[in-house]
Nanobody
Framework: VQLVESGGDLVQPGGSLRLSCQFR????????IGWFRQAPGKKREGVSC???????SYADPVKGRFTITSDIDKGTVYLQMNNLKPEDTATYYC??????????????????????WGKGTQVTVSS
């Protein structure tokens, strides 16, 4: 099992980025995918998650700005981030687990010991 994030970059406030999480060794029918982020000196927090049937969930700070989608054939989950703010600056990680556990992490910021993680991609929002 492998998850690889990409797409992080330096962007100005108000800008957009699209992150990708390419996964191998399983399908979305086996595990759902969640996005999490961690800023320096802060705890890792939930961002969004998606299930094979298209169910999605978002943390309050990103609702209306971020959109999670999936391409099952490509084995990839995307996180479209619009209207980025300096407080979005963090390393973004994707993780795989069942949708119920991921949803608790995203909606209530109670993260579990998810079995599979990527190594992260850096997003910096600064002028």
């Amino acid at each position: 099992v492998q998850l690889v994030e990409s797409g992080g970059d330096l962007v100005q406030p108000g800008g957009s980025l699209r992150l990708s999480c390419q996964f191998r060794g399983f399908t979305l029918y086996d595990y759902a995918i969640g996005w999490f982020r961690q800023a320096p000196g802060k705890k890792r927090e939930g961002v969004s998650c998606i299930n094979y049937d298209g169910f999605t969930s978002y943390a309050d700070p990103v609702k209306g700005r971020f959109t999670i989608t999936s391409d099952i054939d490509k084995g990839t989950v995307y996180l479209q981030m619009n209207n980025l703010k300096p407080e979005d600056t963090a390393t973004y990680y994707c993780a795989a687990d069942n949708i119920h556990t991921l949803r608790i992490g995203v909606e209530h910021n109670i993260l579990d010991d998810y079995p599979y993680w990527g190594k992260g991609t850096q997003v910096t929002v600064s002028s």
